[in-house]
């Protein structure tokens, strides 16, 4: 029998959250939800976004990557930080102080999922929601299509942006050309990704994936370590980190 993915991420160096499980993983990711609700002020978003960098040896394992992980994230939180700067009310405090606690309360947000994503194996997320969390058999089939066409979405974009270039269809030099030349690539994914979708649909019905389809059974076992454990401890401290600096403030 082949190794799985646990065994494959255990065996070779790297950091600590390789032996933990998509589960757990997934768990510390939600708590980042209440973790941003609780940014309510720009020391409280700071507080928590500096634990969570703390927390980066622990999680990344190859650093080249992970500026291009957390672009959209920066991205996202700078155009939200922008958008509080400029629509603020008069008279309802700093304005510049309220865009980076909007700011902030993003990357709180984001960075998490961001980093731990990248170690969530599609069909393992699978076997751990279905015995783990007990979540129903065409919910969890749903949801590893799902996770499994996001590694599909960075192959696609390459072939449609190679099938463009090939058709005389590539950017120019200037900003604006590469611009329209983005918009255009991206509604072909979207686009592509639609077709995608319904196919895989198709699949998932014709595999037993209907709603009265027969009992459904999981290769493999999905047990909960230790190192499940103290990921989710260090999630749950992490969150504390903007409550505790909330309510001393």
Known sequence: MPATPAQRRGAGPGPLVRHCGPLSLLVVSLLAVPASFAATTWVAGAAGLAAQVLCLPLVVDRWRALPARLLPGAVGALSVGWSAWLLG????????????????????????????????????????????????????VAVVAALGQLSALADAWEQLAASRRARGLGPGRGPLSRGRWLASTAFGLLVDAVRRAGRVSVAMDARGAAPDGPARTWALPAPWRRADSVCVLVGVLVLAVPLAVGALR
């Open 89 to 140: 009310e008069p008279g309802q405090g700093d304005p510049l102080l309220a865009a980076l606690t909007a700011a902030l309360r993003l990357a709180v947000l984001v960075l998490p999922g961001a980093v731990l994503l990248a170690w969530v194996d599609p069909a393992e997320a699978g076997d751990h929601l279905a015995q783990r969390a007990r979540l129903p058999g065409r919910v969890v």
